[in-house]
């Protein structure tokens, strides 16, 4: 039987305490300037959300329906935020793959959230859908200095959820294919699932208030064909900090390497295109035979140079550039002399940030130059929307303060 959403609804009083304050004013016992302080104050205290419910460290059951009509089942983890009331919050998964009529889909990434989408009620929205394939059949664009990107297809998507009780959410969501690029998929489910219901937020100003979220970063260096005189990688300790700002943890893998010193001085399109060694270079295998994107992690590949037509560019792209930005399947080219926050910066297009209209005076305004830091502050708006594609909620899950410097 389907389960109906917001099963449970509830009211409290109004300001109790306020109320009780009022009774003592009327009877003259109660300074009238001091009860209207102490309302104001209650008032300020008592503005908290309501606990949220988060799908934890579990993987679940998933289906994908292809044009076909064939229904395959697979798995998925992630991110599904809801409130008590059923409030669908956000919605960021990843799915194993699957077979289609065109060969292997690839990860397979549903995205959706109130930050960065446009609200839908409390049980409607769009989803962005991304996988390997359409890349595949639209290729990327270089839409600018340091950002390759790639399209997404549009699912309707539906969630319905019950309180079961005070802790635990039931949920089921269910996802149809809107505007089609390949049309390969045409319906996604997730046909049941528990959210964990916690606390109400600890003590933290209303906008600097979230879950602890963590972003896998994978180094990928070019040695040698023998794996001697490998390529290093710029110094992740800035990025670190700037994002630790947004409570974003960078968990920053043991090295991986690809033996092929071809890749070193990487031959280069510094303008709007790639080059096929660019291409080359994102799909090789590294020393642990396996191929460096098959995993949850973003990959920072550190060459020595960029070369165009011969000629050695540390500026091209900025210095770094980042493809697939906010996608399940990003990835960076760095130079090892890259200044490290502009790695930081590359990193803010990773988990779906832009270029600024103007400069913000934030860590996502370009440089432009390969060894020209940028800025180390943090925004509110970064903070708020950096939260796509390989960015997931730290389990377990953590409460933090956030501590952006910019209101902006």
């Keep these: 039987m389907p389960m109906q959403s917001r099963a449970l609804r509830f009211r409290l009083p109004a300001r109790p305490a306020s109320a009780a304050i009022l009774v003592a004013v009327l009877a003259g016992c109660w300074p009238a300037s001091a009860w209207a302080e102490t309302v104001q104050r209650l008032d300020s205290q008592t503005t908290q959300p309501p606990p949220l419910c988060t799908l934890g460290d579990t993987t679940v059951p998933a289906q994908v329906q292809l044009s076909s009509g064939q229904t395959v089942t697979t798995e998925a983890h992630g991110d599904i935020v809801a409130d008590q009331m059923g409030q669908i919050k956000r919605v960021s998964l990843l799915l194993t793959s699957v077979s289609t009529a065109s060969g292997t889909a690839g990860l397979i990434s549903v995205f959706w959230d109130t930050n960065t989408s446009s609200p839908g009620s409390f049980s409607s929205f769009t989803a962005d859908v991304h996988y390997q394939l359409i890349?595949?059949?639209?290729?990327?664009?270089?839409?600018?200095?340091?950002?390759?990107?790639?399209?997404?297809?549009?699912?309707d998507g539906q969630f319905s959820a019950s309180l079961i009780d005070p802790t635990t959410l039931r949920g089921q969501i269910s996802l149809t294919l809107r505007n089609?690029?390949?049309g390969l998929l045409v319906r996604i489910i997730i046909?049941?699932?528990r959210l964990a219901c916690g606390a109400a937020p600890a003590p933290c100003p209303a906008d600097k208030q979230c879950k602890k979220r963590v972003l896998c970063v994978q180094p990928v260096v070019i040695a040698e064909t023998d794996g001697?005189?490998?390529?290093?990688?710029?110094?992740?300790?800035?990025?670190?900090?700037?994002?630790g700002k947004c409570c974003t943890d960078l968990n920053v893998k043991a090295v991986k390497t690809i033996k092929d010193p071809s890749f070193k001085k990487l031959d280069a399109d510094c303008g709007a295109g790639r080059t096929k060694k660019e291409k080359d270079l994102v799909k090789l295998q590294t020393d642990d035979g396996n191929a460096a994107p098959d995993n949850d992690c973003v990959e920072v590949y550190c060459i020595t140079r960029f070369v165009e037509?011969?000629?050695?560019?540390?500026?091209?792209?900025g210095g770094a550039y980042t493809i697939g930005g906010g996608k399940e399947n990003a990835k960076i080219v760095a130079q090892?002399?890259?200044?490290?926050?502009?790695?930081?910066?590359?990193?803010?297009?990773?988990?779906?940030?832009?270029?600024?209209?103007?400069?913000?005076?934030?860590?996502?305004?370009?440089?432009?130059?390969?060894?020209?830091?940028?800025?180390?502050?943090q925004s509110k708006t970064n903070c708020k929307n950096g939260v796509k594609g390989l960015s997931k909620v730290k389990k377990p899950e953590t409460d933090c303060c956030q501590t952006w410097e910019l209101d902006q």
């Design 191 to 193: 046909p049941d699932f």
């Design 228 to 243: 001697t005189m490998p390529t290093t990688c710029p110094d992740f300790g800035k990025a670190k900090t700037i994002w």
């Design 309 to 317: 037509s011969g000629t050695e560019k540390e500026d091209c792209n």
């Design 336 to 377: 090892s002399d890259t200044d490290p926050t502009v790695l930081a910066h590359e990193l803010g297009h990773v988990v779906g940030l832009d270029h600024p209209a103007t400069d913000d005076g934030t860590v996502m305004h370009p440089s432009g130059k390969n060894k020209t830091p940028v800025s180390e502050k």
């Design 135 to 155: 890349d595949d059949q639209m290729g990327l664009v270089k839409d600018s200095i340091d950002t390759y990107s790639g399209s997404s297809e549009q699912f």
């Design 180 to 182: 089609a690029i390949t």
